[in-house]
């Protein structure tokens, strides 16, 4: 798989999301950070299955409406 070098992702810093929860009426019941069990040796989503095991790729997080 091919990745495009001319790819940018943004993401929020976590104090950031924090702030737009809270500014936005939303509790953090629970976080979680997923990664991959184990290396499949293949490339999904522009994430390497070895680079997944090693640092998070997915965040997870839990709201409640407050």
């Not at 290396?39 to 989503?45: R, V």
């Amino acid at each position: 798989m091919e990745i495009d070098p001319g790819v940018i992702e943004f993401n929020l810093i976590h104090s950031a999301w924090l702030k737009l929860f809270r500014e936005t009426g939303f509790t953090v019941a629970s976080y979680q950070q997923l990664g991959s069990l184990e290396d499949s040796g293949e490339t999904k989503f522009s994430t390497p299955a070895a680079w997944a095991q090693r640092w998070p790729c997915e965040l997870v997080w839990h709201l409640r409406k407050d």
